[in-house]
């Protein structure tokens, strides 16, 4: 007997369909987990402004895209937390490289969870929120936070400290994403690419709408002093 035609187009699309969702199911983890995989999938999913995209407001949808952004940052706020209470119970103790990172800037955030996420299979990294109290330059190299709020800086288990596109490449490298800056090795690509990255370190905190430096500085040294005026120490 003859199968009709509308038949058998049935059927090879029902094939189909099956097989794309099942290639959907077994999505490679480095793919579905790499920062440059969000990055083309949402315009929600800023993280570092080498590979960032810049959306504009929409006069029709503004107030969806408003609340969606605030359901995100509570979202990324409280799994950032969960991180520091995370990276305070258990620091890798062979760590080949120690990021210093700003827990205040919500962007920066994005890009500290994935890597910290990565991290909890290779453990290579060690990271410290510099917006912390309890921050110490003298155990990061003696680099202070004035300096290490200007742009990112990590230190190699060896001491040397890295900074700009050059340090995002050294941690990437160290979670098993180092092709993602693999090309920032060669010129002319390595000063354009830190070039960029300076635009953004320059107006990080005004992109973010946080208060200029001298201001950041200012709030959290007097935070200090009335800690030490509780506390009877000095400063």
């Known amino acids: 007997m003859q199968i009709p035609k509308s038949s058998m187009a049935l059927r090879g699309a029902a094939r189909a369909g099956g097989a794309c969702i099942e290639r959907q199911r077994t999505t490679p983890f480095l793919l579905s987990s790499s ?4 990055r083309v999938r949402s315009l929600h999913s ?5 590979l960032r995209f810049t959306s504009f407001p929409n006069p029709k949808t503004g107030f969806k895209y408003q609340i969606r952004a605030i359901q995100e ?7 950032s ?7 305070e119970k258990s620091s890798p103790q062979n760590w ?5 990172y700003d827990g205040d800037c919500p962007l920066c955030m994005r890009e ?4 910290r996420e990565r991290n909890k299979q290779y453990g290579t990294i060690k990271f410290v929120d510099i917006s912390s109290d309890d921050y ?3 155990e990061n190299q003696g680099l202070d936070y004035k300096t290490v709020m200007g742009r990112i800086h990590a230190i190699l288990s060896d001491g040397t400290v890295v900074t700009d596109v050059e340090a995002f490449r050294k941690l990437y490298e160290q979670v098993g994403l180092g092709w993602v800056y693999a090309i920032t090795k060669y010129e002319p690509i390595a000063t354009i690419a830190d070039s960029i990255y300076g635009v953004w370190a320059k107006y990080r905190l005004q992109i ?11 709030t959290r040294r007097k935070k200090k002093a009335d800690i030490c005026n509780d506390n009877n120490c000095k400063i």
């Open 208 to 218: 973010t709408g946080r208060p200029p430096l001298e201001e950041v500085l200012e």
């Open 73 to 79: 940052v509570t979202a990324d706020t409280v799994k």
């Open 112 to 115: 500290v969870d994935m890597l």
């Open 81 to 87: 937390q969960k991180g520091k209470e995370d990276d």
């Open 46 to 50: 800023p993280s570092h402004p080498l």
């Open 96 to 100: 080949k490289i120690k990021m210093l």
């Open 35 to 38: 920062p440059l995989f969000f």
């Open 136 to 138: 110490s330059p003298e």
